[in-house]
């Protein structure tokens, strides 16, 4: 069946009833009536800050070959969810807004909506209402809201922090060489890094438990790519940054001892490339002081440090023994 065959009303209620909502909450959910509505009450004591933020995946852009509808729909919501873990916040409501194709299979939008709610649910997120519309193509924009009691800013980083990030960087542009044909690799590694392009994962805990560190002094995500992403945190905070580049984690040791990557090709994996997730932080030198402090945030968040904050005038550059390199400044942009 085709979506136009079930009309708009049928349309919206095939989707909201896939839906779950905490009614004690949500009092009005998707579909329920012009708004949702959320009782404010229930999370103001918690929380003194509320979070917002926007983002848009169209096809055209953003949808890799051989992407399931159900990592799509999973993605939306994900890329989302990282913006607020880069805050430190509890995503708490989402909202969708959909243009989709009037040929489209409801098939496809089954599993669509099936990936949103999926996301959404794992991270205790409720899908509280949106939009539908007919497009040319699949376009989704998605918005969440979340709750912060101190929440965590681009601006705030100073000399002398130390420079850090979550995981391992450099499997979604990995993926992206092996679906274009550009490298080959194991069908583990193709396997892996695939579902890291596909289906991100949002480092919800992660950010939460950087910022009730209470050393953190910065954050952001690494959508874009980390020399964007540290070139950010720079401008943001006035400062400069000096990279230990062999302590950067690039890829796992697995895949990078498969398929001996060069240097070069390494840094263009972390640095210039998106789609990695992971966040980028700095926290108080003090922190190397206390080895309990340290070893929770290497554990919890498989925290790596990569650098230090230097004075702005210094620039951005890697540093290696006495040598220092400038950092190009570039990775995934729209325009």
């Known amino acids: 069946m085709k979506i136009e065959e079930l009309g708009e009303i049928g349309l919206i209620e095939r989707i909201v009833e896939k839906f779950r909502v905490d009614r004690e909450m949500v009092t009005v959910g998707a579909g329920d009536d012009d708004c949702a509505v959320i009782d ?4 103001r004591n918690r929380f003194k800050h509320l979070v917002i933020t926007t983002d848009t995946l169209q096809e055209s852009t953003h949808f890799p070959h051989g992407i399931s509808p159900f990592q799509i729909g999973w993605s939306i919501v994900a890329v989302n969810l990282s913006d607020v873990a880069a805050m430190g916040a509890y995503p708490f409501a989402f909202t969708i807004a959909m243009g989709i194709p009037a040929q489209t299979e409801t098939s496809f939008l089954d599993e669509l909506v099936a990936g949103i709610e999926e996301c959404a649910a794992t991270y205790n997120t409720a899908v509280v209402g949106g939009d539908i519309t007919m497009s040319k193509e699949l376009i989704l924009t998605g918005t969440c809201f979340g709750f912060a009691d101190r929440p965590v800013r681009r601006a705030g980083a100073k000399v002398g922090d130390l420079i850090c990030v979550t995981g391992s960087l450099g499997n979604a542009a990995l993926a992206l060489k092996l679906l274009r044909g550009e490298l080959k690799a194991p069908g583990d590694v193709d396997v892996a890094v695939k579902k890291a392009l596909f289906q991100p994962v949002p480092r919800i805990n992660e950010g939460i438990t950087i910022a009730n560190s209470g050393l953190a002094t910065s954050m952001i995500d690494i959508s874009d790519g980390l020399a964007l992403s540290l070139a950010e945190i720079a401008k943001r905070s006035s400062v400069g940054v000096e990279l230990y580049e062999d302590k950067v984690p690039v890829l796992s040791d697995e ?26 932080f700095t926290i108080d030198a003090s922190a190397l002081e206390n080895e309990q402090v340290m070893s929770k945030l290497i554990k919890d968040v498989r925290m790596s440090v990569i650098g230090k904050i230097v004075p702005q005038e210094e620039g951005i550059y890697f540093k290696t023994g006495e040598e220092k390199e400038k950092v190009e400044i570039r990775g995934y942009q729209h325009f």
């Open 255 to 280: 895949i990078r001892r498969d398929l001996r990557l060069s240097k070069r090709e390494l840094r263009e994996l972390a640095y210039y490339s998106g789609g990695d997730y992971e966040l980028l």
């Open 40 to 43: 404010i009450e229930k999370v």
